[in-house]
């Protein structure tokens, strides 16, 4: 029997190209990833792949598939119970008799001690969402399954330099990426949508940006007190709007999605918090607001991504970026859906205020700070108030950007250095770039000092230097 013979769906190119370099892998007890877009179609890979490797297979051997939710866990046994047997694995369901196991990743543990207490093994790892597996309890499960290969498959198969790549993996595979995908119309073109308005309130101006903005979408919100406040805010200024997360039942959140993908019933906004980043395939949806700015740039792809699935009449999906995180992140097109990673903060600190340390030493920022220098700084402030931005620490009113470019007033010099001493307060790295940024004050533009005197003041404002998110966390 040929591959995709059984299943009823028609494989894509890239899934016939990518089948025998899994089969491959797993046959020569290999750790690989296959690194594709979101809205790919991963799940129907990982199928057909397991029909596959099921011939021969002893009855004491399992094939596991790893995922990070229970949600998608039943979306994964739907699709592969097109093929195969399949049994599931969490909290409330314990079946291990059938050849596949699609397992939520909490529940790896449990279901590898239970294996080994019935004699069984573990054959093969699929780890969807692989970068997942970074985890303790993921590094841990997967010693006690010991399976004898690994497949991972993920948008995002390596974090940025060698030593942040996936532990669990040695290699990519094979590789799909969003020019090929969006040749190939697995997903639409992404549009910026930027601000324009004169509102200073971010509630304000996504409303604005939503009224402009036809057909159903999404908007984040930091918390669900947030998203129930800001969907009344919604339906209280004409856009039908409903909140949706995680204290709702799963049959309040397919109710709220149903309304929303059913345009007779009207509801335009499904006001969300970190529910609709993975596994959710809602390819109708025309538009994502990113109302709450998110500190990760593998977040704010992973938001992204839910927009940008192909479906009938679709032809592009809107992004609106009130908070030009668009530019924050210093993405492309290709970066934004493909998911480019990137170092942690902590690692772009450390790295900025090793360099300024060796130009200073030679002499060379002493004499004038050299452009790339300024041009890092500049980048190092933006992202600094937006982690701030992120995790609540600071409120900042929605306004144009062309004021930034200007040069700094004497006013603004004037209240940094009343603002400099609180960078003590940063940690060794983080300190070493503010006190730089407040030497070249002059050579900054007002934007740049403005944000340097933002971050001072949080520093003063909270009195110590806060716990903030990386730009890797999934």
Known sequence: MTPWETSKRTPRPWQVEALP?????????????????????????????????????????????????????????????????????????????????????????????????????????????????????????????????????????????????????????????????????????????????????????????????????????????????????????????????????????????????????????????????????LPWLRWLAMRHPVSSRVAFCQQVGRVLRCAPGKKAAYILDPHDLFNEFSLTNEAMIGNVPEPTFEDKARDLAQELTDRSSSGEVDIEMPLVLIDRLSSYLRRLCLAFQSEGHLKRDIKSKSWRTDWPSEKQLGVLNRAKSYAVMAPAAHRSVLDAAVAAADELNKGDVSDLIDSLYTLRRLGRWPELPTLEKP
């Not at 010693?143 to 040695?170: C, H, Q, V």
């Open 21 to 281: 370099e899994v089969l491959s892998a797993a046959r020569a007890g290999e750790k690989v990833v296959v690194s594709a877009v979101m809205g790919s179609g991963k799940s129907v890979l990982i199928a057909e792949a397991c029909r596959m490797l099921l011939h021969g297979l002893s009855d004491e051997y399992r094939i596991v598939v790893t995922t990070p939710s229970i949600r998608l866990v039943e979306q994964l046994t739907e699709t592969l119970s097109e093929v195969v047997d399949v049994g599931r694995y969490y909290t409330h369901a314990k079946q291990v008799n059938q050849p596949i196991i699609v397992a939520c990743c909490p529940s790896v543990p449990s279901l590898a001690e239970e294996l080994r207490e019935r004699g069984l093994k573990a054959a093969l790892m699929f780890a969807d969402e692989a970068h997942k597996t970074q985890s303790a309890t993921m590094q841990a499960a997967h010693i006690a399954l010991s399976p004898y290969s690994t497949i991972g498959l993920t948008a995002t198969p390596f974090l940025s330099a060698e030593k942040k790549r996936l532990k669990l993996f040695d290699r990519v595979a094979y590789e799909y990426d969003a020019v090929q995908a969006m040749a190939d119309g697995v997903i639409v073109k992404p549009i910026l949508r930027h601000y324009t308005g004169n509102s200073g309130d971010t509630d304000e101006a996504v409303l604005e940006m939503i009224t402009k903005t036809s057909g159903p979408g999404i908007v984040n919100a930091k918390d669900i007190a947030d998203a129930e406040a800001y969907a009344t805010f919604l339906n209280r200024n004409g856009v039908q709007a409903l909140a949706i997360h995680s204290e709702m039942s799963r049959i309040e959140q397919a109710k709220a999605i149903y309304c929303l993908g059913n345009t007779e019933i009207g509801v335009r906004a499904l006001v969300h918090v970190n529910l609709l980043t993975e596994g959710v395939d």
